[in-house]
């Protein structure tokens, strides 16, 4: 079993920025690829950005130039650095970590942009 620590979401004004942490414990033997989600209410949940624990990156067309995705393997923690951020970007991040055989989904934690 894994759990998730989440942290860093919030309201923040159109243009601001956020960084999201997720740090994973328990029954760890490998995490592979690491990353992010996010869902609006009544919609699908879309990827945001993934790293794999060799560092490759891959994000949504969206947030290219704006998100930057990292992590910490040591520490099995994934980060989502959100600059320049739009009201379109309000969603609830759900971060997640593939293990051999399955895929485990943290808590979730919201993001707001307002003014």
Do not use: H
Not at 30 to 40: F, L, N
Not at 51 to 65: A, E, P
Request: proline share 3%; hydrophobic share 30%.
């Amino acid at each position: 079993q894994v759990q998730f620590v989440e942290s860093g979401g919030g309201l923040v004004q159109p243009g601001g920025s956020l960084r999201l942490s997720c740090a994973a414990s328990g029954s760890i033997s490998r995490i592979y690829a690491m990353g992010w989600y996010r869902q609006a209410p009544g919609k699908q949940r879309e990827l945001v950005a993934s790293i794999t624990n060799g560092g490759n990156t891959n994000y949504r067309d969206s947030m290219k130039g704006r998100f930057t995705i990292s992590r910490d393997n040591a520490e099995n923690t994934v980060y989502l650095q959100m600059n320049s951020l739009k009201a379109e970007d309000t969603n609830v991040y759900y971060c997640y970590a593939d293990v051999p055989s399955r895929r485990y989904w943290g808590q979730g934690t919201q993001v707001t942009v307002s003014s």
